[in-house]
């Protein structure tokens, strides 16, 4: 079994035991008591050594089983020196590096890099915040170029991130780093619980999108230290195997110390946060994307007055806002694409449905695209009417309806079909309601049918006929004996007939009246007229 300590003993023989013949010219370092220099891991160790022209290296063991280290790690070598990205170490995979107890097993070399772990120099430089926006600039402009090649390093956190003496950044040890001819492997190195998303550890296979969370924590931890060099000593992150999260704040986010100190140095970073926090609602880690892209996309505005319009008829206006140096195009329907300023809207009417798309191009190449999409419909349209609105009660009526472009319709809570009639009696005023359910809600329609008094006759009044009568009175005076000689006249009765009154049909009453024949007595009337003037 490879220990440590044998593995040292090969070393310190690598003349007869180190099979790597890059290794084997080296001189391996050696401290100021004579001792070999190393580092060891949680996987393997390391001994720096230097060539005959200076330079150095790192040469590596295993000290613990690594399954299919042979095909992974040449994988691995083809992808850094196909990249060419100054950030990753030279690296050879040699499969006969080391002799160790009588068996031969593999190492790898890498170029060393003569600087200090990242949280070393966040803390060396924690008062100057200039220094400190510039490594969090280099920092993201490092994870850039990894997302752009679909590259990963699996393990990042501030052991496996250097920055030289020149402020330059290197990524060291890649024995989770992934490149896309290992997709589908199964993801072994979880890493340091205090830089992983907490669904890391339930993780199947590697992906590209194994370092989305570490990155937000350092970025985030570098600007939050430019702002308030305090945090250092708060968070003890000297001696600390962390920046400044631990995979307990994890657990409840906004409850953490962390995330409220963080969250009063202002908007900047609780966009940040809000981030981090949609991140760990997330089920698993495939379920992530580059905190910087999700950034960019959060600031770009864009925009429908509605996502529902009457055809033809209600204006939409679409709005779009890029605080970005970025090329801009709007796509309206399949072909209508047209180059537009980062800030500006249209306004127009809709025949037919359609998908907005704004397509944003970054100076990176990278390509950002938001969609909006508008459905168009017919605004139902409701015809709804009595044959009378005036009635006696339980005098029938007709109610008839047409309703165009409906999901459904109701009369007084009951479902009918889109057109129809119905009869009605109504006994007393009554409202119906017809309700039509189209894409933009329910609308109504009502009928009020309203009730007439029902007639109550209870006298009729008839005007007294004017009688005129022509007669000539001689009348002597001052005698006052008078023998008057009257005409016999023998009326029993005078027949009159009133004139016939409007017929109440006119009025809307089913009622006729003939007018009565009235009879007068004449006879009498004609005595009492004597009887005055015999008094007289």
């Not at 492997?185 to 907490?198: F, K």
């Not at 809000?274 to 905190?291: A, G, M, Q, R, T």
């Not at 025949?351 to 100076?363: A, D």
């Amino acid at each position: 079994m490879l220990t440590i300590p044998n593995i040292k003993t090969s070393v310190e023989n690598k003349d007869s035991l180190v099979l790597d013949e890059h290794a084997k010219k080296g001189t391996f370092l050696r401290n100021s008591r004579g001792n070999l220099i190393f580092y060891a891991g949680g996987f393997s160790v390391v001994y720096p050594y230097e060539t005959d022209n200076g330079e150095k290296w790192a040469f590596r063991c295993w000290h613990a089983n690594v399954s299919n280290s042979k095909n992974r790690y040449e994988i691995i070598s083809e992808a850094i020196k196909n990249s060419q990205l100054k950030f990753l170490c030279e690296f050879q995979y040699v499969e006969k590096g080391i002799n160790v107890d009588g068996s031969v097993y593999p190492t790898t070399r890498m170029r060393w890099v003569d600087g200090i772990s990242i949280k070393d120099y966040i803390c060396q430089n924690k008062d100057s915040k200039e220094t400190l926006n510039t490594l969090a600039d280099d920092f993201l402009k490092m994870t850039q170029a990894l997302h752009a090649k679909s590259l990963a390093h699996g393990d990042l956190q501030h052991g496996n991130i250097l920055v030289d003496k020149k402020q330059n950044l290197y990524l060291v040890d890649y024995d989770s780093f992934y490149c896309p001819k290992l997709k589908g492997e199964a993801d072994t190195v979880v890493g340091l619980p205090d830089y992983q998303h907490p669904k890391r550890s339930g993780n199947n296979s590697v992906t590209e999108k194994l370092d989305y969370f570490s990155e937000l924590i350092i970025y985030l931890s570098i600007l939050a230290i430019a702002e308030d060099p305090s945090l250092v000593d708060k968070y003890k992150v000297n001696d600390a195997d962390r920046m400044l999260f631990s995979k307990e704040d994890y657990a409840d986010i906004r409850k953490s110390h962390i995330y409220k100190d963080i969250q009063r140095l202002g908007k900047n970073f609780q966009d940040l946060l809000d981030v981090l926090e949609d991140y760990l609602k997330c089920e698993s880690i495939e379920d992530l994307s580059p905190f910087d892209t999700f950034l960019f996309e959060k600031r770009i505005y864009f925009s429908s007055s509605t996502t529902k319009a009457v055809r033809n008829a209600q204006q939409v206006t679409i709005e779009w806002n890029v605080p970005y140096d970025a090329e801009v195009h709007l796509r309206g329907g399949e072909n209508n694409i047209i180059k537009c300023k980062n800030k500006g809207y249209i306004s127009t009417t809709l025949t037919e449905s359609v998908v907005y798309e704004l397509i944003i191009e970054r100076k990176d190449c990278s390509e950002i695209r938001k969609e909006i999409s508008i459905d168009v419909f017919d605004e139902c349209e409701i015809d709804f009417l009595a044959d009378k609105y005036y009635v006696f009660p339980t005098i029938p009526v007709k109610l008839s309806w047409n309703v165009k472009h409906a999901k459904k319709v109701w009369i007084d809570n009951e479902e009918v079909s889109e057109t129809g009639n119905r009869i009605i009696e109504p006994s007393k005023a009554t409202t119906y309601v017809l309700l039509a359910e189209d894409d933009f809600g329910t609308k109504e329609k009502r009928v009020e049918i309203n009730m007439l008094p029902m007639p109550q006759v209870k006298t009729i009044l008839v005007p007294t006929p004017s009688i005129v009568n022509n007669m000539a009175i001689d009348i002597t005076h001052p005698e006052l004996n008078v023998n008057i000689s009257l005409p016999t006249i023998e009326i029993d009765t005078i027949t009159t007939e009133i004139p016939k009154v409007p017929s109440f049909k006119d009025i809307g009453l089913n009622v006729e009246l003939t007018p009565p024949l009235h009879r007068f007595n004449l006879k009498n009337s004609i005595k009492n007229i004597y009887k005055l003037i015999k008094r007289k």
